[in-house]
């Protein structure tokens, strides 16, 4: 693939990969094409290293097959047979799936980081042996280096953009461990997690820390300065994940794999972050209330037992810091239902100044779900505006990216981050009809603790077009008489014809 087509070139990689699929379904491709991805990007990683040292006029005392020499380069170690020079030239051989399975696992054996993450999916009936190999062939051919960015980027373009359109493939089968790009932008330029502890209780495919990792390069910080914290109860996505987190060089050391779940075995209970950034499954149901009656996490109520988004949102408090700040995703009915103890929560969250501002979503965003979203915004040790909460109705915004599937624009994410900076800094902001209202408590009460932002900011009206009510209902009426009189004539000339077809046979 030619450079003067890299700006588009993930779209045009993952459309040319989709057709080798065949009659694979997207859930068990993802495996392979990820884990491929991943291979080629280690393989590269290590090759150019390689290079380096098998230079004698410039390391003549270094040897190239020394593992300490990558250890201390911060680059995984490539056993020979996992070379992808090595697999590539035995990508047409019917044994190719065995030897990547093989591959994978001495990749492991060499670095104990990624133990138990690699894909080992290459050997099955269902993935045809030619389809394989022309996958091989296909990132082998792909041009992945532009003179802006470095390799290691682009990889990691390419499996962020892979796994954004396999949620869209899978849909609800998938989407829930998959949240949209322009959301986690939109989270991360808000709270501003430069430095210290970033906790994700919920990480799915750690989308969250990439897009951290990328606002600290872009703001000049040091990624080092950044210590990640996770837990994912599904395996497949956290070997996903720490695959993604492992092409971009983010330590993932403290990203757990937890069967039981954040509720039931919290990974990390005495973790105090600066930052937490979640979308957590939605409504979730049977999440254990009833073995954690007097958790030390409920420290504004009791959850109710059908409903898990104020479990969430009391956990991620439970792990912030005295003057830390969080984003979470939740659905819109956490904003208004007083169902099981939730309006006591959210009433009690406002009262102890915590909610600091609630923005609206726009529908069709997620891949999973129809439901419409929002995001909360907390914050510990508040001290300006302590007593008013920032509501922003973005549900307008946005544009229809596919037929089924809105997104927002850069735009649009930097209209919303910057309302919210300029309240916080007390800078050039001002209530906006039906987009931004800082509203105070007194205002709140009124609304019976009600947090939807359509409430504060106002609803648009219908544009007034001068014609009278009466007039339009005669209008319609009269549009509808006519519609029926035609309908009626049209079943007339059916039945005359059906007879007419009748009486010839």
Known sequence: ?????????????????????????????????????????????????????????????????????????????VPQQARWNHLQARAKLPTIGIELDQAMDAIEKENPQLKNVLPKVFWKPNLDVMSLGGLIDLISNTELKEQS??????????????????????????????????????????????????????????????????????????????????????QTTWKLSKMNLAIRHINSEFVAWNTEGSFLKDAHPDLKADFVLANPPFNQSDW???????????????????????????????????????????????????????????????????????????????????????????????????????FIDASELGFMKTRVHRDLSDEDIARIANTYHNRRKGEHYED???????????????????????????????EDDGIPFEEKMKNLTSTLSEQMKQEQVLNEEIKNQLWKIWFSL
């Open 1 to 77: 693939m030619a450079k003067e087509q890299n700006g588009n070139f993930e779209a045009q990689l993952f459309k040319a990969a989709d057709k080798l699929r065949k009659n694979i379904d997207a859930a068990e491709y993802k495996n392979v094409v990820l884990g491929l991805i991943f291979l080629k990007y280690i393989s590269d990683s290590f090759q150019e290293l390689y290079d380096q040292l098998a230079n004698k006029a410039f390391s003549p005392y270094d040897d190239p097959e020394d593992r300490d020499e990558y250890t201390a380069k911060n680059v995984f170690f």
């Open 149 to 234: 960015q470095s390799s290691k980027d682009l990889f990691g373009r390419v499996y962020e953009y892979f796994l954004g359109e396999f949620a869209n493939a899978e849909g609800k089968k998938w989407g829930q461990f998959y949240t949209p790009k322009a959301i986690v932008k939109l989270m991360v330029e808000m709270i501003e997690p430069y430095k210290w502890l970033v906790y994700d209780p919920a990480c799915g495919s750690g989308g969250m820390f990439v897009m951290s990792e990328k606002f600290v390069k872009e703001h000049q910080g040091n990624v080092q300065d950044i210590t990640i914290y996770g837990q994912e109860s599904n």
């Open 288 to 390: 254990g209330q009833e073995l954690l009656q007097g958790d030390a996490r409920w420290q504004y109520w009791l959850p109710p037992a059908w409903n898990a988004n104020f479990a969430w949102m009391q956990h991620m408090l439970y792990h912030l810091k005295p003057t830390g700040v969080m984003a979470t995703v939740l659905a819109n009915g956490s904003l208004s239902s007083n169902t099981g103890g939730e309006g006591e929560i959210r009433k009690n969250l406002i009262q102890n100044g915590l909610v600091e501002c609630i923005v609206a979503l726009p529908k069709q965003l997620f891949y999973n779900t129809g439901i419409p979203a929002c995001i909360w915004f907390l914050r510990r040790g508040r001290k300006e505006n302590s007593d008013k909460i920032l």
């Open 432 to 462: 906006q009809l039906w987009f931004c209202k800082s509203a105070n408590l007194d205002e709140i009460e009124a609304q019976g603790f009600v947090l939807t932002p359509g409430r504060y900011v106002g609803i648009p009206e219908e």
